[in-house]
């Protein structure tokens, strides 16, 4: 399942996608392999982003 960035092309609140790496991860009962695997490298990417945004958006109120 690949990818798709939301429309406006904000990224997906870090938690949202924390909390779903964490359901593929108990669908897959902890092994991740194949399409799964690859889903999951994706969502880590995702969240890396997602919690880069948001640590940039703090740093800046603070800034204010």
């Known amino acids: 399942m690949p990818f798709?960035?939301?429309p406006?092309?904000?990224a997906r609140p870090a938690a949202?996608?924390?909390e779903e790496i964490r359901a593929l991860v108990v669908r897959a009962g902890g092994?991740?392999?194949g399409p799964s695997r690859?889903?999951?490298e994706v969502l880590v990417a995702e969240w890396t982003v997602a919690?880069?945004?948001e640590q940039l958006r703090e740093d800046i109120v603070k800034a204010a």
């Open 8 to 10: 406006s092309g904000s």
């Open 38 to 40: 690859d889903r999951y």
């Open 51 to 53: 919690v880069a945004a």
């Open 16 to 18: 949202v996608v924390n």
């Open 31 to 33: 092994w991740l392999y």
């Open 4 to 6: 798709s960035p939301s």
